[in-house]
């Protein structure tokens, strides 16, 4: 597996995970999802990332793919495209916590919204790599549609394989 150093600390993320999410906002009403991720590395300073999700009942919902860049000093940007018409530039850093997890956390400064798209002002995503590395929870909050930084999903994967594609 090649992993570039500026990666390294992180470097449990790759292979692909899978699990359950719940989201909630003020403008909508609550919903439950399953999700699929995967990170995969060539040995550049990027993570390759892609994430789709279904209804409990197995219809398409949230997709979105991009890059983990991985820039040194323990800092990552997030770059992330979704089909609803939303770009995300995210920088961020990686931190121990409570021990042996590692967060993830970002906030955007850049939010590109296509002109038929909802309106994303920021959105601040923290992922949390368990002690064992075998779980990867996040929670994302969002300032949207006339709304501050408001909670809208959480959800929790388990690692089903480490194979590094790409
Ligand atoms: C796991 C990923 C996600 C799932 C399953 C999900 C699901 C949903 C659902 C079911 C709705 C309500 C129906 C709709 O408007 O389509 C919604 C609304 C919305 N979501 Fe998400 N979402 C996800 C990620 C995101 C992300 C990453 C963003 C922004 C960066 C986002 C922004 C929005 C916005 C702006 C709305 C519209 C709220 C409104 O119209 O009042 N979502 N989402």
């Not at 931190?95 to 798209?117: C, D, F, I």
Request: charged share 20%; glycine share 8%; with cysteine.
């Amino acid at each position: 597996m090649k992993v570039h150093p500026n990666l390294m600390a992180v470097a449990d993320l790759i292979g692909t995970w899978e699990g359950e999410g719940t989201g909630s906002y003020p403008t909508i009403d609550d919903f439950a999802y399953r999700e699929r991720v995967t990170f995969s590395s060539d040995g550049r300073p990027f993570f390759t990332y892609r994430q789709t999700t279904t209804s409990p009942d197995g219809k398409p919902m949230h997709h979105e793919t991009g890059y983990l860049r991985g820039v040194g000093d323990n800092r990552i940007e997030w770059v992330i495209v979704q089909p609803s018409g939303v770009v995300e530039i995210a920088p961020g850093e990686i931190r121990p916590n409570n021990g042996n997890e590692l967060h993830v956390q970002s906030t955007t400064t850049m939010v590109g919204v296509a002109p038929t798209a909802k309106h994303v002002e920021a959105v601040q995503r923290c992922f949390i790599l368990s002690e064992d590395r075998n779980r990867l929870c996040y929670d994302l909050a969002m300032a949207a549609v006339g709304e501050t930084m408001t909670h809208h999903l959480s959800a929790s994967l388990d690692r089903v394989d480490t194979t590094p594609l790409d």
